[in-house]
């Protein structure tokens, strides 16, 4: 999943060395979060007007979830 987040910021930004993920351990519901850090000035590219393009990343995320039998997914973009 972190390599599925991964290609698909590093096609959105100019700079993908400052393309940072981390992914916490399931809580207690079974929410595996992935934490997404990119240069400030990628910030807006991936945000995208009114938060469509983080709205749309979240929801391939929770596709390819499901696909893996994964319980639950969040993306936190920061």
């Known amino acids: 999943m972190k390599e599925l987040l991964y290609s698909i910021v590093a096609g959105l930004v100019d700079n993908k060395d400052a393309i940072e993920i981390t992914e916490d351990a399931p809580n207690e519901e079974g929410v595996v979060v992935f934490h997404l850090h990119v240069a400030e000035d990628d910030m807006g590219r991936v945000i995208g007007k009114?938060?469509?393009?983080?709205?749309?990343?979240?929801?391939?995320m929770?596709?390819?979830?499901?696909?893996?039998?994964?319980?639950?997914?969040?993306?936190?973009?920061?």
């Open 50 to 60: 009114q938060g469509r393009i983080a709205k749309a990343i979240r929801t391939i």
């Open 62 to 78: 929770r596709s390819g979830a499901a696909k893996n039998g994964m319980d639950a997914i969040a993306v936190e973009i920061g």
